[in-house]
């Protein structure tokens, strides 16, 4: 016998109706001196809706960085006690520490109806989109791989061997580029920060 066709899901039971829109989930990353705290934090001024998403990590705050703001700096204890217990959606050893970004804060801050960006490194936004498909990857560059040596040494915060372990990182880093949604040049920072808001726009008007 035939089965009966089911009958189409009402709007609520589909989770439509009244309840709140999910907001974008923006990642990006960028090899070190690409340019990407500066574009995310124009970013950030002029897209009121966009949160930053503050991770925890077991690194020393640079000077200027806020706990709370920068990071959560926690002990190595701290950190693996979080993993320990589900907090964070996911985790990640980059350049000897841990980085990990905590669930809770991302879950409210998309149930309100706020665009949450992501500052993560290849292997946390791979692990962030297997988790939400959804989500939205972008990979920021220098021109040319010689810009991002150049801007590493003009900004004298690391030690030399500091900053050939974070240009052999980029290096390897780099051939995951194609697997992000977009790629953004940041050849001039406004131009860059424009090519980044037009994206944001794209997406969210793909989901109204
Ligand atoms: P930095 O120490 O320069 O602030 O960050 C080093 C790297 O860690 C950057 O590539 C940054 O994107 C990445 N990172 C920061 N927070 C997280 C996180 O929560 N998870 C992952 N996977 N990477 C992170």
Known sequence: MKKPHPLPLSRRERGGGQRQKKGLLVVV???????????CRRLMRHRKNLIFSVSVTTRLPRPGEKDGEDYFFVSEAAFQAMRGRKELVEWAKVHDHFYGTPKHFLDRMRAQGK?????????GALA?????????????????FSDLERRLRSRSSETEAEIRRRLQTARRELRFAHRYDYQVINDEIPKAEKRLDKILKIETNKHK
């Open 29 to 39: 990353s960028a090899a070190s001196g690409a340019g990407k705290s500066t574009l």
């Open 115 to 123: 665009d949450v960006l992501l500052d993560l490194d290849v292997q």
């Open 128 to 144: 962030v989109k297997k988790h939400f498909p959804e989500a939205v990857l972008i990979f920021i560059r220098t021109p040319k």
